[in-house]
């Protein structure tokens, strides 16, 4: 079965554009979630889905970030404006039905974003 | 956030096998134990995960002290493609599904 993939795998972006990124989870994967890993920091948690709905958003850092995930397939992640420090690995995983089961999370190889 | 410590980096001779440890000391009852890693440049891999009991996967064994304080993840014959960080996680029930890496452990494997 295809993995968790996600486009772009690098972007380069000036600061004040915007940028989207998306993620194609593992085929009959209902929950979804948004990772990221800023410089020198640990991989930190964004967001999580069950099929169209927003289980979790806590760890958004703010309202220049916007998830979507219509239809429960595929998702976006909409940065605008971008900042600086929005520079990071976005990462995006899946995992089968259940989120309060021990179903792991297969993620996929993330987009490198570059905010100059 | 992070509920779980690991040495920050470990070597290992190829072909041996790899020990890696974790503390867990405040896990819950109903808490598993789940082990990634990550090469560098990929997405963080799945390995194995664990509740009360040890676990034996293709790729490792994840061994839980009866207490459930701390784990061991064994690459059994490590290779040097095993080399990359290895993250050890409490996943915790409450919020469903917010994994907190930490900063894991950088096993180098040495030919």
């Known amino acids: 079965e295809a993995g968790v993939t996600q486009f772009p795998s690098h972007s380069v972006i000036e600061k004040g554009q915007t940028v989207t990124l998306r993620c194609d989870p593992i085929?009959?994967?209902?929950?979804l979630y948004w990772y990221r890993r800023v410089m020198g920091k640990e991989i930190k948690f964004l967001l999580h889905?069950?099929?169209?709905?927003?289980?979790?958003e806590s760890g958004m850092p703010n309202n220049r970030f916007l998830a979507e995930r219509t239809g429960g397939t595929y998702s976006t992640l909409k940065v605008q404006p971008a900042e600086l420090e929005d520079s990071g690995v976005y990462f995006c995983?899946?995992?089968?039905?259940?989120?309060?089961?021990?179903?792991?999370?297969?993620f996929g190889n993330g987009t490198r974003l570059t905010v100059t | 956030d992070a509920k779980t410590t690991q040495p920050p980096s470990m070597d290992c001779a190829e072909g041996r096998a790899a020990n890696l440890p974790c503390n867990h000391s405040?896990?819950?009852?109903?808490?598993?134990v789940y082990w990634y890693r990550q090469i560098h440049s990929q997405g963080p891999q799945y390995i194995i995960h664990?509740?009360?009991n040890n676990e034996t996967n293709e790729m490792a064994s994840l061994i839980i002290t009866e207490d459930r304080k701390s784990s061991t993840l064994i690459l059994p014959h490590a290779t040097l493609r095993d080399t990359a960080v290895y993250y050890c996680?409490?996943?915790?029930?409450?919020?469903?599904?917010?994994?907190?890496f930490g900063t894991g452990t950088s096993l180098t494997v040495i030919p």
């Open positions: 405040t896990i819950s009852g109903n808490e598993y």
């Open positions: 995983a899946s995992s089968q039905s259940g989120w309060w089961t021990d179903s792991p999370l297969h």
């Open positions: 996680i409490v996943r915790p029930t409450n919020t469903g599904n917010q994994f907190y």
């Open positions: 664990g509740l009360k």
């Open positions: 889905f069950v099929k169209e709905s927003k289980q979790d």
């Open positions: 085929s009959g994967h209902d929950n």
